[in-house]
């Protein structure tokens, strides 16, 4: 099973630029309006609105105030489960976002995913992997992507994918300038027929050809799109199954603007694109809507 009806989100209480994340994300922008969390919550309560009317199973958290976490509505980085019944914790870099690692909200997961995999404690030796965020999962052919950064570490990339017995394609993305992109799912999503990739990150040819080939056998469809696609967040997309088990899309209306006809098109075809503005969200906390979900298997 690829995709899921549901997920679980987390609404902000304290949201501004973390300036932990601003030092590698290129996506980010530092904020300095007063009323940006508020605008946060509107914009998160929108997405999480449309999504429970089109037939997505929500279990939905509140930030705690007193942790005063920046980013606390990004839950994907955190933790992800998987049909197995595992539960997976993540080392994440900024030290300002490991209160998002709840007690209360893993103690109401495990009650459903039993089998726990905690890697948290390798941030003490400053080693990272930041969910699926880091990695992106093709969970029916058992392959997990991830482009290495600061935030996804090969060694523990190749740890895991050992534990779940996945095959690791581990490959290099940067930006224009040569910076490398800070997390694979902003380049990058997989869903049940298709995979939404952009090729022009992966500067290594032999090493893009692998990740093609991979995709390719697969037998998902390939959808490229250019660099400054990714930068109005096209990768950072997701898709989830409905109540009704229609199929459906999920992004931005940045992102989904910024498409062109053609992908549009292709990507339909896998599912109904259904977007929300979250401008705020993206500029300041650098993420997008697949990052704010947290999908429930």
């Known amino acids: 099973m ?11 209480s304290n949201f501004f630029s973390n300036p932990e994340t601003l030092i590698d994300n290129k996506f980010q922008s530092q904020a300095n309006d007063k009323k940006l969390n508020e605008l ?5 309560k929108l997405l999480k609105q449309t999504l429970i009317k089109l037939g997505i199973d929500i279990l939905d958290f509140k930030d705690l105030s007193e942790n005063n976490s920046p980013d606390s509505i990004f839950p ?14 993540y080392p994440l870099m ?9 007690e209360d909200i ?8 039993p089998l726990l995999i ?11 992997l930041e969910g699926t965020g880091s990695l992106i999962f093709d ?11 600061k935030r996804s570490n090969k060694d523990l990339i190749l740890k895991l994918a050992s534990l779940l017995n996945y095959k690791p394609v581990i490959f290099s993305a940067s930006d224009k300038a040569g910076n490398p992109i800070y997390h694979t799912n902003v380049i990058m999503s997989i869903g049940d027929k298709f995979a939404l990739v952009c ?5 290594n040819i032999k090493e893009w050809e692998i990740v093609r080939d991979n995709i390719s056998s697969s037998g998902k469809t390939l959808i490229t799109i250019t660099l400054e696609q990714v930068f109005d967040f096209c990768g950072n997309i997701i898709q989830l199954n409905t109540k009704n088990n229609i199929p459906l899309v999920a992004l931005s209306t940045r992102s989904f603007n910024a498409l062109n006809h053609q992908q549009k098109d292709l990507l339909s075809t896998f599912g109904n694109l259904v977007h929300v503005p979250i401008p705020n969200i993206e500029t300041y906390g650098g993420g997008g809507v697949r990052c704010m979900i947290a999908e429930l298997f």
């Open 139 to 149: 969970r029916i052919n058992k392959i997990v992507y991830s482009s290495l950064s």
């Open 94 to 102: 900024s030290s300002i976002r490991r209160k998002e690692r709840r």
């Open 106 to 113: 893993i103690n109401f997961l495990r009650l459903q995913y």
């Open 40 to 44: 946060v919550i509107n914009e998160y």
């Open 76 to 89: 994907n980085n955190w933790f992800s489960t998987h049909f197995d019944e595992t539960l997976i914790i």
């Open 199 to 203: 090729k022009d990150a992966i500067t």
């Open 118 to 128: 905690d890697l948290s404690h390798y941030e003490i030796r400053d080693i990272f």
């Open 2 to 12: 690829q995709i899921t009806n549901k997920v679980l989100m987390i609404e902000p």
